[in-house]
């Protein structure tokens, strides 16, 4: 018996190692890290910011509140926020934190057990970034406590309780994710939701943070009720664990769904001549695929962009943001959809490699596809001169600044573009793909024509820093032919390195 | 047409191909049978630049491949499903290859009439997406995308493989029709022995990226290759 039970234990560890051993494997043999060790370091520094930012929360939180109001406890304070603060969590997790994906396909006629490779998953999204980030500011706020008196079993007991509640959110996350993820605007019902619990709790009509403050102080007071949010934490587990088993099948998950066709011939874009077969292609890629296709809903993100500043009375006076706003809702397609060229046709890349096409009509189009999208971009945004003339202007200055610049930069980054994008992925546990990475690719496009113009508007005026950034980008016009041969070049110079980057699964 | 001398592929010290002379004539077709990793996909991708030869050089129709781009015009490929656009019917597919290569769509039409019964009826008109067909209805329309636009020079990476035994008597065929009648130059590679003698005029046996023999197709051939591969086996067993 004991033997046994040695041995069932052997076996446990020996499919942990085997899992692991995997993942590792599948991570650091990848042409994508090989090529982007500057982004993982960049990564590294934004986590340890965040690290750093949380840490000095957790250590001058309690002086601070203690300064501020002497006559109310810290931690009630502290408690009276806690909705908030997992209501954020619950946001910025849905956005950025994604279910580990591992690849089940292979595994599923081998010898290992269903339940395993689930329990697996979710246990690995237990050491995600995203649940150990709180401890940096709840273990020193505790200690803070601890040291100013308060009895120290009610502490730890509030500590843990946030801390369990963290990683019920991180369950709660995988299953919100699984709902939507179906849909095309997944993000509106988090949204949505997120929105409501706020303005229910806003104007009182629940008061969620009484609610959760009096929850987490009753269990300071009676450390016992620890067993609730355990109970909630063993729910969402089996919750998740009973969705995803059911989704390792073959014919549930993997499979893929045959889709009826819907055709249209797009004569239209002959009037842009050579590119026009590729033009064509890119408009049926963008909305035959559930990748590229968000890129289309994410433009109404952008398009309203603005409204998040121009009717706010602070913002009136910070011209210097228009252009970066201008940048930003004119260009939202651009950056959205061209930091993936080449990779949207990495899955034929070979092919396309192989057929007598020059490679300047294939870029072309795609420049085509950005510069347009940005002059429509600017039209729809002309509304926004309800908010003053000079927004009007930063835009249009901006719009040219991307038709000039951006757009070409971006071409020229896709030369460096080894990730393969597969379109046709609907693998079992991978549900938006966008991670991180693809929000900090964005940063140098759009704070670069910042720096240019905050710096002028600060030497000068706003005039002339509109006027700066629509020359840029007429520059950029003029030069257009020229700059497309060079980053023609750049393609044709690493060809061979794209090939074999997209013929890579991972 | 196809000329590779001296052309060799290496990884770090691993020598996948080492071809010291190889010459195609146009017209021919031209066979290539081998074991795994002897080279037979190497050998096509660097004859489509797909990747770059270690030392030595490949020409087509003395154009030298990784130097210009004036041979793609009448060259075509079909090596893998990878070559296919999963999000295009086989339709669209077929007038988008056929734009690249200069053709309109009468033309595509009138190249796809011609294979009405190597399509069996489930390729055309299927209102399915490329990547919704199974791998065989795949293969099928990769190949036939690899006809249109008259190339001069075809090349077919296992085309047989994973096709059905009436699709598979249809190819062969169309290939020998291709070589014989239309002269263009068809190089094919292959695990199944019979087909390739069937279809071909002369073939070259890889092993270890070398040719180790270059036949001429004749009765005899099927025999004389069958020996090869099986005392190739035997001698790997002693070895052990």
Same mark, same amino acid.
């Given at each position: 018996?004991?033997?046994?039970?040695?041995?069932?234990?052997?076996?446990?560890?020996?499919?942990?190692?085997?899992?692991?051993?995997?993942?590792?494997?599948?991570?650091?043999?990848?042409?994508?890290?090989?090529?982007?060790?500057?982004?993982?370091?960049?990564?590294?520094?934004?986590?340890?910011?965040?690290?750093?930012?949380?840490?000095?929360?957790?250590?001058?939180?309690?002086?601070?509140?203690?300064?501020?109001?002497?006559?109310?406890?810290?931690?009630?304070?502290?408690?009276?926020?806690?909705?908030?603060?997992?209501?954020?969590?619950?946001?910025?997790?849905?956005?950025?934190?994604?279910?580990? @994906?591992?690849?089940?396909?292979?595994?599923?006629?081998?010898?290992?057990?269903?339940?395993?490779?689930?329990?697996?998953?979710?246990?690995?999204?237990?050491?995600?970034?995203?649940?150990?980030?709180?401890?940096?500011?709840?273990?020193?706020?505790?200690?803070?406590?601890?040291?100013?008196?308060?009895? /120290?079993?009610?502490?730890?007991?509030?500590?843990?309780?946030?801390?369990?509640?963290?990683?019920?959110?991180?369950?709660?996350?995988?299953?919100?994710?699984?709902?939507?993820?179906?849909?095309?605007?997944?993000?509106?019902?988090?949204?949505?939701?997120?929105?409501?619990?706020? /303005?229910?709790?806003?104007?009182?009509?629940?008061?969620?943070?009484?609610?959760?403050?009096?929850?987490?102080?009753?269990?300071?007071?009676?450390?016992?009720?620890?067993?609730?949010?355990?109970?909630?934490? @063993?729910?969402?587990?089996?919750?998740?664990?009973?969705?995803?088993?059911?989704?390792?099948?073959?014919?549930?998950?993997?499979?893929?769904?045959?889709?009826?066709?819907?055709?249209?011939?797009?004569?239209?874009?002959?009037?842009?001549?050579?590119?026009?077969?590729?033009?064509?292609?890119?408009?049926?890629?963008?909305?035959?695929?559930?990748?590229?296709?968000?890129?289309?809903?994410?433009?109404?993100?952008?398009?309203?962009?603005?409204?998040?500043?121009?009717?706010?009375?602070?913002?009136?006076?910070?011209?210097?943001?228009?252009?970066?706003?201008?940048?930003?809702?004119?260009?939202?397609?651009?950056?959205?959809?061209?930091?993936?060229?080449?990779?949207?046709?990495?899955?034929?890349?070979?092919?396309?490699?192989?057929?007598?096409?020059?490679?300047?009509?294939?870029?072309?189009?795609?420049?085509?596809?950005?510069?347009?999208? @940005?002059?429509?971009?600017?039209?729809?945004?002309?509304?926004?001169?309800?908010?003053?003339?000079?927004?009007?202007?930063?835009?249009?200055?901006?719009?040219?600044?991307?038709?000039?610049?951006?757009?070409?930069?971006?071409?020229?980054?896709?030369?460096?573009?080894?990730?393969?994008?597969?379109?046709?992925?609907?693998?079992?546990?991978?549900?938006?793909?966008?991670?991180?990475?693809?929000?900090?690719?964005?940063?140098?496009?759009?704070?670069?024509?910042?720096?240019?113009?905050?710096?002028?508007?600060?030497?000068?005026?706003?005039?002339?820093?509109?006027?700066?950034?629509?020359?840029?980008?007429?520059?950029?016009? @003029?030069?257009?032919?020229?700059?497309?041969?060079?980053?023609?070049?750049?393609?044709?110079?690493?060809?061979?390195?794209?090939?074999?980057?997209?013929?890579?699964?991972? | 047409?196809?000329?590779?001398?001296?052309?060799?592929?290496?990884?770090?010290?691993?020598?996948?191909?080492?071809?010291?002379?190889?010459?195609?004539?146009?017209?021919?077709?031209?066979?290539?049978?081998?074991?795994?990793?002897?080279?037979?996909?190497?050998?096509?991708?660097?004859?489509?630049?797909?990747?770059?030869?270690?030392?030595?050089?490949?020409?087509?129709?003395?154009?030298?491949?990784?130097?210009?781009?004036?041979?793609?015009?009448?060259?075509?490929?079909?090596?893998?499903?990878?070559?296919?656009?999963?999000?295009?019917?086989?339709?669209?597919?077929?007038?988008?290859?056929?734009?690249?290569?200069?053709?309109?769509?009468?033309?595509?039409?009138?190249?796809?009439?011609?294979?009405?019964?190597?399509?069996?009826?489930?390729?055309?008109?299927?209102?399915?997406?490329?990547?919704?067909?199974?791998?065989?209805?795949?293969?099928?329309?990769? =190949?036939?995308?690899?006809?249109?636009?008259?190339?001069?020079?075809?090349?077919?990476?296992?085309?047989?493989?994973?096709?059905?035994?009436?699709?598979?008597?249809?190819?062969?065929? =169309?290939?020998?029709?291709?070589?014989?009648?239309?002269?263009?130059?068809?190089?094919?590679?292959?695990?199944?022995?019979?087909?390739?003698?069937?279809?071909?005029?002369?073939?070259?046996?890889?092993?270890?990226?070398?040719?180790?023999?270059?036949?001429?197709?004749?009765?005899?051939?099927?025999?004389?290759?069958?020996?090869?591969?099986?005392?190739?086996?035997?001698?790997?067993?002693?070895?052990?």
């Amino acid at each position: 018996m004991l033997i046994l039970l040695i041995e069932k234990t052997n076996s446990i560890q020996m499919k942990l190692k085997h899992f692991i051993n995997l993942e590792w494997k599948q991570y650091f043999r990848s042409a994508y890290w090989q090529k982007s060790m500057a982004l993982n370091v960049l990564l590294v520094f934004v986590a340890l910011y965040f690290v750093v930012t949380f840490l000095a929360l957790g250590i001058a939180l309690y002086p601070i509140l203690k300064d501020t109001f002497p006559d109310q406890d810290p931690l009630n304070i502290v408690n009276s926020y806690l909705f908030y603060w997992f209501l954020a969590d619950v946001i910025m997790r849905f956005f950025f934190q994604k279910l580990p @994906v591992m690849s089940v396909k292979p595994l599923l006629t081998l010898p290992v057990k269903r339940s395993k490779v689930v329990n697996y998953v979710l246990a690995k999204s237990c050491f995600s970034f995203f649940n150990f980030l709180p401890l940096f500011a709840i273990i020193p706020f505790g200690t803070m406590l601890l040291g100013n008196g308060y009895p /120290a079993v009610s502490v730890v007991s509030w500590m843990v309780s946030i801390f369990i509640i963290t990683l019920g959110i991180n369950f709660l996350n995988f299953i919100i994710e699984n709902f939507t993820s179906e849909t095309e605007l997944s993000f509106l019902p988090i949204i949505a939701l997120g929105g409501s619990l706020f /303005a229910l709790n806003y104007f009182n009509i629940v008061s969620f943070t009484s609610l959760v403050s009096g929850a987490i102080s009753s269990i300071y007071d009676t450390p016992l009720l620890l067993v609730v949010p355990l109970l909630l934490l @063993v729910v969402l587990y089996v919750l998740n664990y009973s969705k995803l088993k059911a989704k390792l099948y073959l014919d549930s998950s993997l499979k893929t769904k045959v889709q009826e066709v819907n055709a249209s011939n797009l004569e239209w874009t002959r009037k842009f001549g050579d590119a026009a077969p590729f033009m064509q292609l890119d408009l049926k890629l963008i909305w035959r695929n559930k990748r590229p296709r968000s890129s289309i809903f994410i433009l109404l993100i952008g398009l309203l962009y603005g409204l998040f500043f121009y009717p706010n009375p602070v913002y009136q006076d910070q011209s210097w943001m228009f252009a970066f706003i201008g940048i930003f809702v004119t260009g939202i397609f651009l950056i959205n959809f061209g930091q993936f060229i080449p990779a949207w046709d990495s899955g034929y890349y070979k092919m396309l490699m192989s057929q007598n096409i020059p490679y300047k009509q294939y870029l072309k189009s795609k420049f085509t596809l950005m510069a347009v999208s @940005v002059v429509i971009m600017f039209i729809l945004s002309i509304p926004y001169v309800y908010f003053g003339w000079n927004i009007l202007l930063a835009h249009l200055a901006a719009a040219i600044y991307n038709i000039g610049i951006n757009t070409h930069v971006i071409l020229y980054a896709g030369s460096f573009n080894r990730k393969k994008i597969d379109l046709n992925q609907r693998a079992a546990f991978n549900y938006q793909g966008t991670g991180a990475v693809q929000w900090l690719l964005g940063i140098p496009l759009m704070f670069l024509p910042l720096a240019i113009f905050g710096g002028v508007y600060a030497l000068f005026s706003f005039e002339i820093g509109c006027l700066v950034l629509a020359v840029l980008g007429l520059v950029g016009v @003029v030069f257009h032919q020229k700059l497309m041969t060079i980053i023609t070049t750049k393609y044709l110079d690493s060809k061979y390195k794209m090939i074999q980057a997209f013929g890579q699964d991972n | 047409m196809i000329n590779a001398s001296n052309l060799s592929k290496k990884y770090g010290n691993n020598t996948v191909l080492n071809i010291e002379q190889l010459n195609i004539p146009k017209g021919q077709s031209f066979g290539l049978v081998g074991n795994n990793g002897a080279g037979k996909t190497t050998f096509f991708s660097l004859l489509l630049d797909l990747i770059k030869p270690s030392s030595g050089q490949i020409t087509s129709k003395d154009i030298l491949v990784n130097n210009s781009e004036d041979w793609k015009p009448f060259t075509s490929a079909f090596i893998d499903e990878s070559f296919l656009i999963g999000y295009l019917t086989p339709e669209e597919y077929f007038y988008f290859i056929g734009e690249l290569r200069g053709q309109n769509k009468a033309d595509v039409d009138n190249l796809l009439a011609q294979f009405e019964d190597f399509f069996h009826g489930e390729i055309l008109n299927q209102k399915k997406y490329l990547r919704d067909l199974s791998k065989g209805n795949q293969k099928k329309a990769g =190949i036939v995308a690899a006809l249109i636009g008259n190339p001069e020079v075809i090349i077919l990476d296992e085309p047989f493989a994973n096709l059905d035994p009436t699709t598979q008597i249809r190819l062969k065929s =169309i290939i020998k029709n291709l070589a014989e009648t239309q002269g263009v130059t068809v190089l094919i590679s292959s695990h199944d022995l019979l087909h390739v003698t069937d279809v071909c005029e002369r073939i070259v046996v890889l092993e270890k990226g070398e040719v180790v023999k270059d036949l001429a197709t004749s009765a005899a051939t099927l025999k004389e290759l069958e020996a090869h591969f099986a005392g190739n086996e035997t001698l790997v067993n002693e070895a052990n």
